[in-house]
């Protein structure tokens, strides 16, 4: 199985951290990188090749992580000369890469079972998958229902769920033939693009634990919590805690 890694963002959320150091290599609790436990976890799930695509500060990550020997992995990278966004890095990849394969960012935290995500990504027949999680937002104000100038409902302080993307997916190479190589293009607009076709992307709910390390309160967080975190985000292979 193989996986393509985003890690050329420039984490512009995360400042001051990241303007010397790339967001995929943000240290969580006392040693780890957060993209070394992603290849651990990839590892762990029976993957055995990634794409790493960089820009940002890209050869400290290169010099991290080389060619993927230390978790049993083979790693190569594509690097953009610009910024891509998020799907436009995968054009340039689109005759090499497997007819399916996994697509992840590279601050993401979780304990979903990436292996198989892949395989009912497969099962589906979708030319994409989205992780999927819940969340609730609770509304700080009394919300109203307006018709006509007329107030017709009324809800204090409602909680509002919703499915949030997690920043994981199941991707079939068909689903990148249609763009041509260099073209800036994000997720957004790969869903929007989608549906517009009626290539309805399919969904794999997950409620386990997920944090995307977007901000400095979520990184903050992360180190926080990382002592109860490191037995379900680290693993050895005989699947015992590190």
């Avoid at 996994?102 to 892949?118: E, I, K, P, S």
């Avoid at 018709?147 to 204090?156: D, K, L, P, Q």
Wanted: charged share 25%.
């Amino acid at each position: 199985m193989h996986a393509v890694i985003l890690a050329g963002g420039k984490g512009v959320r995360l400042r001051p951290y990241t303007t010397t150091l790339p967001k995929p290599l943000m240290p969580i609790g006392d040693k780890h990188a957060i993209l070394e436990i992603v290849l651990d976890q990839l590892a762990g799930c029976g993957f055995t090749s990634v794409t790493l695509a960089i820009n940002h500060l890209g050869p400290l990550i290169r010099a991290f992580v080389g060619d993927g020997a230390r978790w049993g992995l083979r790693v190569d990278y594509i690097e953009e000369d610009r910024p891509l966004s998020t799907v436009g890095p995968l054009f340039a990849l689109k005759d090499t890469l497997p007819e399916q394969f996994l697509v992840m960012n590279g601050d993401v935290l979780t304990d979903l079972d990436y292996a198989d995500l892949l395989n009912q990504h497969t099962l589906t027949g979708a030319g994409l998958t989205v992780a999927i999680a819940e969340r609730t937002h609770k509304v700080e104000f009394g919300v109203l229902d307006v018709e006509a100038s007329r107030i017709t409902g009324f809800r204090e302080k409602p909680s509002l769920r919703y499915q949030v993307s997690m920043g994981v997916y199941g991707m079939s190479r068909r689903t990148l033939a249609p763009y041509p190589a260099g073209r800036s293009f994000g997720f957004d607009e790969l869903v929007l693009d989608l549906l517009a076709r009626r290539e309805h992307p399919a969904t794999y709910p997950f409620t386990g634990f997920w944090l995307d390390i977007g901000r400095p309160e979520d990184y903050d967080e992360a180190n926080r919590s990382f002592d109860e975190l490191r037995p379900i985000l680290l693993r050895d292979r005989a699947g015992e805690p590190v």
